[in-house]
C-alpha cells in the first residue's frame, strides 16, 4: 500500500473512530434515562400505573438494544484503530471474534450463522490488522457466493506445524453443488484474496468438501 492510501486510510478509521465515541454518548444518555424510568417504576405502587408490566418490558428490551449497540461500536471503534500501527501484534482470536460482529449483516442476509472458534491458548503474530481483515472478509465473501441459504461458517484459528492458519469453514446439511465449489478459485474475489494474502507473507487454500478456506499466516510479517 502507499503512503497516500495509507493516509486515506487513517484517515477514515480516525473519522470513524470519533463516531463511534459520539454514538457511545447517545448510548449513555439513552442508559441513564432508561434507569431513571425503571427506578420510578421501581418506587411506584401496583396498581397505581395499569401499564407498569408493558413499561418494564419495554425498557427490559431498551436495556438490551444499548447493550448490543455498545458491543457494537466498541467493535467498530476497535476496528476504526486498525491502521493506527502496521504492522502490530495481533490475537487472532479477538481478530476473528471482531469480524464475527463486523460481518454478521451479510451473513444473516442468507440466513447463515456467522460465529467464531477460538484457539486455546490464543496464538499471536506479528502482522498487518487491516490487510488480515480484509483477508476474512474476502473468504466470508467467497463462502457466501457459492452457498443458497442456511447453515453456518466458523472463523476458527489454530497452528498447523509451524504454520499460523486461520480457516473459515462453511457447515450445512445441504453442501453447494461441486461446480460451486470448483469454481471458487476462478473468482474476481478469489484473485482478490490471493492479492491480499500475498501482502501479508502468506497463502490461502481452499480444503474439503464442506468447504473451508484456509490462511496461511508467518508468525511475523517482517519475515
Not at 503512503?3 to 447517545?26: Q, Y
Not at 401496583?46 to 408493558?54: E, L, P, Q, V
Not at 479477538?94 to 456467522?114: D, G, P
Amino acid at each position: 500500500m502507499n503512503h497516500l492510501k495509507r493516509k486515506e486510510v487513517a484517515f477514515f478509521g480516525k473519522i470513524t473512530a470519533g463516531i463511534t465515541h459520539e454514538i457511545k454518548n447517545v448510548l449513555a444518555i439513552i442508559q441513564e434515562s432508561s434507569g431513571l424510568m425503571e427506578d420510578i417504576l421501581d418506587v411506584t405502587e401496583n396498581g397505581a400505573f395499569s401499564h407498569k408490566d408493558k413499561f418494564t418490558k419495554s425498557i427490559n428490551r431498551i436495556r438490551g438494544q444499548i447493550q448490543r449497540g455498545i458491543d457494537i461500536t466498541t467493535r467498530l471503534n476497535r476496528f476504526a484503530h486498525s491502521p493506527d500501527h502496521c504492522p502490530s501484534s495481533l490475537d487472532l482470536n479477538e481478530i476473528t471474534e471482531q469480524m464475527v460482529l463486523l460481518a454478521s449483516r451479510f451473513a444473516r442476509l442468507k440466513n447463515v450463522v456467522l460465529e467464531s472458534s477460538p484457539s486455546d491458548p490464543p496464538l499471536i503474530i506479528r502482522s498487518d490488522p487491516v490487510s488480515l481483515e480484509m483477508a476474512l472478509f474476502e473468504s466470508i465473501g467467497i463462502l457466501l457466493d457459492v452457498i443458497d441459504s442456511g447453515g453456518k461458517i466458523t472463523l476458527s484459528p489454530r497452528k498447523i506445524q509451524d504454520k499460523y492458519v486461520l480457516g473459515v469453514g462453511y457447515e450445512h446439511t445441504v453442501l453447494p453443488e461441486e461446480e460451486s465449489l470448483a469454481e471458487m478459485s476462478s473468482t474476481e474475489r478469489w484473485e482478490s484474496l490471493q492479492e491480499i494474502i500475498a501482502h501479508l507473507g502468506g497463502t490461502a487454500k481452499t480444503f474439503g468438501p464442506a468447504p473451508e478456506i484456509l490462511l496461511y499466516l508467518p508468525e511475523s510479517i517482517d519475515d
